[in-house]
């Protein structure tokens, strides 16, 4: 399949040129996306979603665990933040940076504040759960759809 390219309407003839399939708002086109780099996006999203959930949770049994489940979802946050963005896939990238930047406010409150464990377990084990929370629900509400194709359906 040869792709063809198309001038911009300018006359200017070193005007930039553009691929049909392109899209020129810069969104991500789902079904050039290969169903290896699907799989494990995917997987590292649900990985995320599973590791803030179950940092809420684990917050509110022992609060010093925040610091290693901080430390593992800003991990996943950063890997699945470098694939999507190379793709351009919206929804996705908002989380990792919600992730990022909440791990990061966390760590600030506390150091900020000069907390001990047992001062911070109430207001960040709270946090720590309405952020799960919003980030779960607002997850499922805004989500690209994935076409399906060929050879996806067969899989």
Not at 5 to 21: E, F, I, M
Not at 39 to 68: F, K, Y
Not at 107 to 130: G, K
Request: glycine share 4%; charged share 15%; proline share 3%.
């Amino acid at each position: 399949m040869e792709k063809s390219t198309r001038a911009k309407t300018h006359a200017n003839p070193y005007a930039v040129t553009v691929q049909d399939d392109e899209d020129p708002r810069g969104e991500v086109d789902l079904t050039r996306l290969s169903g290896k780099h699907l799989v494990w996006t995917n997987r590292l999203s649900t990985a995320m979603h599973v590791g803030v959930l179950a940092a809420a949770v684990m917050a509110w049994v022992e609060i010093e665990t925040i610091v290693v489940s901080g430390i593992v979802n800003s991990t996943l946050a950063v890997a699945l933040l470098f694939v999507c963005r190379r793709q351009r896939w919206v929804s996705k990238t908002w989380v990792s940076w919600a992730i990022l930047g909440f791990a990061m406010s966390c760590f600030l409150t506390i150091f900020l504040c000069e907390w001990s464990p047992s001062e911070a377990h109430r207001p960040v084990a709270s946090a720590i759960t309405v952020f799960a929370g919003i980030l779960i629900a607002t997850s499922l509400l805004w989500r690209e759809s994935l076409p399906v194709t060929e050879s996806s359906s067969q899989s």
